[in-house]
Each structure stands twice: as C-alpha cells, then as structure tokens.
C-alpha cells in the first residue's frame, strides 16, 4: 500500500503515529503550514525544509480559479511545480463553500461560486473537486464537504446530509488510491449525535484518513473542546485524524490530547504579516516601543534562522519600515515554533509525560491573556 498509518504510542487518547505516503513519512502530530496558493506567504520550499516542515496544505478552490488545475497537471503536478519534494495535502474547496458565503450559492448537486478575482461564474461539485485535486496531484486530498456554522443546528443537519451523499459521489469518482489518500471528513458543529452520524456514515466508506470539520468556524474555545472531547474518538483508531484549519499553540496542545494526528492553519504567517510572534509567554507584537533597543532575539531557546540571527529590535525596525524581510523573518520564527511545539508532544508522548508539558505550556503561554 502507498499509504498507511502505523500508530506507534498511546498515551491516554494522545497518539503518536506514522503515516507513510508516496512522497516521504509524516511523523504525528504534525502541523502543516498552508501554502494557499502553492505558496507558503514569504516562506521559500528551501526554508520550509530547513525548518522541519513535512507536510504543506495548499487550496483546491484558488488554484482552480488561478493558474488552473490543468496547468498545473501540464507543469508536472504541484510537487513539480511549487518545487515541494514532501507530502502535499489539498482541501476540497469546501470550506469557500462557508467563507464565501455572500458569494455562492448551495444545493444538493454542488456549490455556485463567483470567482472573488473577477466575478466569473463557477460550479463545484463532488465529482469536479475530485478532477482538480487529481490534477493537482497532492498526497492526501479531501471530500467535498459542506462547513456551516458550528452551532445552528437546522443548518449543520443539512451540512451533515449533504457531506455524507457528497462524500459517496467523491469516492465514487476517485480513481486512485494508491497515489492519492481521500480524506473523509466529519461534520456536526458542535452537537455530539450529528458527530456521531457523521461519523458513522463515514466509516461505511472506508477512508484511508478522516478528517474533523466545523471547528474553529465561530464556536467558543470551550465549545470546541467540548466537542473533540468526543469526536476524535468517534473516528477509526488505525487511521490518521485531520483536524482542519487550527493552528493556535494552546488549541494543538488541547485536540492533541484528544488524541488528533494532523493539523493546517494560515495563523503562523498571517499574523506574522501584521507584526505577530508566538513566545512561550504568549503572543507578542514585535512592532511595540517597548522592542526599540531590545538586542534579544524572539526567542533565546529557538532555533529557527531568525533568533540565531536578528535582534528583536532589528525585527521592529523592520515591521515598522514595512519592509517585505519581515513578513519572512517572522514567519519562519512563528512556522519554527508551532514544529517545534509539535515536535515536543511527539516525544512527551513517548515519555508518558504530555500531560505534564501541556499543563506547564499552558500556564506560561496564556498567562497574558
């Protein structure tokens, strides 16, 4: 088989696992940046690399729209194309289904969109989702699936109906699993029997992977831990669990425990393009007053280019100078952190000790906020 997934250690619902793929082994947990565009923002695949990334989600709906899934199968695939030797994971296009809302409209068949680059008209359905991630050529790609809000419960029901028969019409029109792993991915919002359901229909199709949707989508911190409380553990335990689009250090520290495998989010360089660093007492603004002179780097214990490298003075100048440096620099320090934080619960796992490190990481990282 060209994927599988060997879980290695336990340590009560948190996992520690292997999954293989074609283009190389992803060691879990692991956070993938997101490289929407086949672009990580400001981040080279070199740099990339050198920071321990080994996997990289990059956007179905976007590259649809720009240059084309078709071209980007002419230019050998994406790997070929954005140069990413490693794992690549493509979402569906699912989730523009809720964050272009205003923008499209939504029936059983598929989603309408209208392209937010020049207005076209563009219909998505399961079985053309499934075309572009196949042209596009990542490792593990996604079902089609409906987001909704997580807590209106008449439209996270017909989210849920909807995902299921979408995600029957995707593994009916996928054609290879041997070089493409098809994610399934659950839905509910924050009701535990519509988890349940979801999940249960799922598992009738036999993913190689399954995904956790509708989180992180507008429910409170509380209200998301609440629900992975239960719906990691709904899902197949000899296969990877895919928590979509979180990325905060305090909230990977808590779906790890409930024992998720693989995460993605844009927040290390989103935030890094507004003068924002993850530190082990919380999130700074490196562009503060307070940074005029400091000859520190981020982060003394880090290991990233950038704090072997440039005070955080420096890293001032360069955010108020509006200077392109910065949005690089501060990336690869925030990209760095969020691995190596992943990195570490992968060894306290193996210790036996992850409730120890999630406890001492939270009380320091949120004891600013």
């Known amino acids: 088989m060209a994927f599988s997934f060997e879980l290695v250690k336990s340590h009560g619902d948190a996992r520690a696992g292997v999954f293989h ?24 695949p070199r740099d990339l690399a050198d920071l321990g990334a080994s996997l990289v989600l990059s956007n179905t709906y976007h590259l649809h729209l720009r240059p084309g899934s078709e071209l ?3 230019m050998g695939g994406l790997h070929q194309f954005m140069r990413w030797p490693k794992p690549i994971l493509t979402d569906s296009g699912g989730f523009q289904v809720f964050s272009l809302a205003k923008i499209n409209r939504i029936d059983d068949e598929g989603v309408t969109f209208q392209s937010h680059i020049d207005g076209s008209r563009h219909r998505f359905t399961p079985e053309l989702s499934m075309a572009v991630q196949e042209n596009l050529g990542a490792d593990i790609i996604m079902c089609f699936d409906q987001c909704p809000k997580p807590n209106e419960r008449a439209m996270v029901e017909a989210a849920v109906r909807r995902t299921q028969a979408w995600a029957a019409r995707c593994r009916e029109a996928h054609h290879d699993d041997h070089r493409q792993a098809l994610f399934g991915i659950q839905q509910g919002g924050i009701y535990q029997d519509l988890r349940e359901a979801s999940s249960e229909g799922l598992k009738q199709l036999h993913f190689p992977g399954y ?4 989180l992180a989508v507008g429910e409170s911190k509380s209200e998301m831990y609440q629900t992975l409380d239960t719906c990691a553990q709904m899902l197949p335990d000899d296969k990877p669990r895919y928590l979509m689009g979180v990325g905060a250090p305090d909230d ?5 425990l409930r024992g998720v495998d693989i995460f993605d989010c844009v927040l290390p360089t989103r935030i890094a393009r507004h003068g924002a660093v993850f530190t082990p007492d919380g999130q700074i603004n490196i562009s503060r007053m307070v940074y005029t002179r400091d000859e520190r780097p981020i982060q003394a214990d880090c290991d990233c280019y950038t704090c072997q490298t440039f005070s955080r003075a420096y890293l001032r100048h360069l ?10 620099l501060l990336s690869l320090h925030n990209i760095r952190f ?25 009380e320091r990282y949120l004891q600013a906020v």
Not at 319 to 324: F, M, W, Y
């Open 21 to 44: 793929t074609p283009h190389g082994d992803l060691l879990t947990p692991v956070f993938a940046p997101v490289g929407t565009q086949a672009t990580v923002k400001a981040v080279s």
């Open 72 to 74: 980007v199968r002419e």
């Open 211 to 214: 995904a956790i949707g509708g």
């Open 252 to 256: 990977l520290a808590q779906a790890v």
């Open 319 to 328: 955010v108020k100078a509006r200077e392109l440096l910065a949005h690089t």
């Open 338 to 362: 969020l691995i190596r934080h992943m990195e570490m619960m992968r060894r306290a796992i193996f210790e036996g000790t992850l409730e120890d490190y999630v406890q001492a990481f939270l």
